[in-house]
């Protein structure tokens, strides 16, 4: 007597629906992962922020030094700090950076738009450094909707 074998396993279809909801459920993770890791980026450029403002503290203009390494406008068009990576801090760069998103900004104190409670869109994942009328300048961190983020805050009398 011959005996058909049952072949047992999942279908094609069963295993792509399977993985489709695997895929639909692992969306808001990895949603929340890529925030995290702005965030990240956003505390790293801080800290080498203000390293670089204690850096300096010893020399005449610190502001002039400064803007060389970071720019000197909403769209710094000096220093490419979008990629940390593969661009060095204060390494000139030729590419124009005008409508992209930067990851410092140095600023002077005619500036009127400063990060505060209220979303400020052009600094989305940025940090601000503001350079004051007394001699200090003031560092600001920023989130990924441009409100202030806690902890990221500091003044430094120059």
């Given amino acids: ?7 047992e396993g999942y279908t094609l279809i069963e295993l792509m629906i399977v993985i489709a909801i695997v895929g639909v459920l692992a969306f808001p993770e990895m949603e929340q992962v890529r925030t995290s890791a702005k965030l990240t980026g956003v505390q790293s450029n801080y800290r080498s ?3 670089t403002i204690y850096g300096l503290q010893s020399t005449e203009d610190v502001a002039t030094k400064l803007t060389s390494l970071f720019g000197n406008s909403v769209s710094p068009k ?5 990629n940390p990576m593969t661009h060095k801090m204060g390494v000139a760069t030729a590419v124009d950076h005008t ?12 500036v009127t738009t400063i990060p505060s409670g209220v979303e400020q869109s052009e600094y989305k994942g940025a940090v601000v450094a ?5 001699n200090s300048v003031v560092v600001y961190g920023c989130d990924e909707a441009g409100k202030l983020m806690t902890g990221l805050q500091r003044t430094i009398q120059l």
């Fill in 1 to 7: 007597m011959i005996r058909l074998r049952k072949e």
């Fill in 49 to 51: 922020v203000i390293a």
């Fill in 78 to 82: 000096v220093e490419d700090m979008t």
């Fill in 99 to 110: 409508g992209e998103p930067a990851a410092v900004y140095v600023l002077d104190r005619t």
């Fill in 130 to 134: 503001i350079v004051q009328a007394d």
